[in-house]
């Protein structure tokens, strides 16, 4: 369109009154179908000047957003806008020339709160800021709806936890309420106060029964200690540190352990990787739990290869495997607290790992394939020594 007009321009010397008169009338209907188009979204459009004055409101930015005035043309934008929060917020990023993204705004709209994500743009035109737009979206249903979902996602792990937990605990249980019986009746047997037979006290059967009764609770309380440590929130003290010096120290202290199960190391740290902000007793922590579980994968032996590097602004660590993988179905719930494909495991090994990964800003990702092993990858941001800002002065574009 804008080469049509130049072209036009151009020849305008030459065009006579008819010709001109069309011309008009195809600019004045290429315009309104703009206007069409910028009415037609369900999100709002508020245009400025380089001076910051307003020039453009569409039809969805009308509803959204609170006008001090209907005589907003060409004032400055937050002098149109009545919501003081809104105001101030535009006036700062525009002033500063800043860029801003979805930002959020609560408002009271007749006993009804609403909430408005805005976004400050540059317009820019022929290489050079000429203005900017403010994009106004209403995510009120939105974010409601994501509470909802969050409420019950809690839910339905709040009500996984406590199956689990109440399977956990149900075992040694019943293997404490069994021994109290045996204890009771033994003593019973024995008789008590004057008529207490010495004789038939067996001391060391009451003492294998208490013994059992002191592991079960010893049992209980790690169930415990583990279900609170995957339901409260974990206090990471991140500091920067390099990731390599974890792995390694890490490797160290289970190698002999490798040996024992006859499984090769491989290890390929990258020097280059830059340092992260890590918490090391909670990173060494859910890393030996992933190391643990790559042995167990691993009965007969095998190899476990662990390899950091570094892709753009992440760092990378790979722990794998050659053991038995794991299957579609098995690989979907690992992360689920509680769930378990070992004869003797908590299942909240996984659940702390990813939890730990989550506290570290981190990713983590599986792939894994049955009788040939299992990959986890872990990707950890690198700190931003500074935010970077679209410019906008006439340098940048």
């Known amino acids: ?27 004045a209907g290429e315009h309104e179908r703009i206007e069409l188009v910028l009415d037609s979204m369900n999100v709002g459009v508020l245009v400025c000047t380089g001076d910051h004055s307003l020039v453009l409101v569409n039809k969805a930015a009308e509803r959204m957003v609170p006008f001090a005035t209907q005589e907003w043309y060409e004032r400055p934008v937050w002098d149109a806008i009545g919501d003081r929060e809104i105001a101030d917020f535009v006036r700062t990023t525009l002033i500063n020339q800043d860029s801003a993204q979805d930002r959020e705004f609560t408002l009271d709209t007749n006993g009804v ?24 979206e209403d995510v009120t249903e939105k974010r409601a709806r994501e509470a909802r979902l969050r409420r019950a996602e809690s839910l339905a792990s709040l009500t996984t936890l406590a199956a689990g937990v109440a399977h956990e605990i149900k075992n040694p249980l019943g293997s404490i309420g069994i021994h109290i019986q045996l204890l009771q009746k033994a003593l019973k047997g024995a008789g008590d106060g004057d008529d207490f037979d010495r004789d038939r006290f067996d001391r060391a059967r009451m003492e294998s029964y208490i013994d059992v009764v002191n592991e079960e609770v010893d049992r209980l309380n790690r169930i415990v200690v583990d279900f609170l440590f995957a339901v409260r929130p974990i206090d990471v003290h991140l500091e920067e540190h390099c990731l390599n010096e974890v792995v390694h120290e890490l490797l160290e202290f289970v190698k002999y352990e490798l040996e024992e199960a006859d499984i090769e190391l491989i290890a390929e740290l990258d020097a280059g990787i830059d340092n992260i902000e890590l918490d090391v007793k909670y990173l060494k922590q859910a890393l030996m739990n992933m190391v643990k579980n790559a042995i167990a994968a691993m009965p007969n032996g095998g190899v476990l290869r662990v390899l950091t590097s570094q892709k753009g602004d992440d760092v990378v660590l790979r ?5 038995i993988g794991m299957s579609d179905e098995i690989m979907s719930k690992i992360f689920e607290p509680y769930f378990t494909t070992k004869d003797f495991g908590s299942g909240i090994g996984l659940t702390l790992v990813y939890k730990v990964i989550k506290e570290h800003n981190g990713e983590i990702a599986v792939i894994s394939q049955e009788g040939k092993g299992t990959t986890f990858t872990i990707s950890f941001p690198v700190p931003q020594k500074q935010q970077h800002l679209l410019g906008w002065n006439g340098d940048r574009t």
Do not use: W, Y
Request: hydrophobic content about 45%.
């Open 1 to 27: 369109m804008r080469k049509f007009i130049e072209r036009a321009i151009q020849k305008l010397s030459k065009l006579d009154e008819e010709q001109i008169r069309a011309l008009i009338l195809d600019l």
């Open 113 to 136: 709160n609403r909430m408005l994500s805005c976004s400050i743009l540059p317009l820019v035109g022929s290489g050079t800021i000429q203005g900017s737009i403010l994009h106004v």
């Open 319 to 323: 722990i794998s495997d050659n053991g």
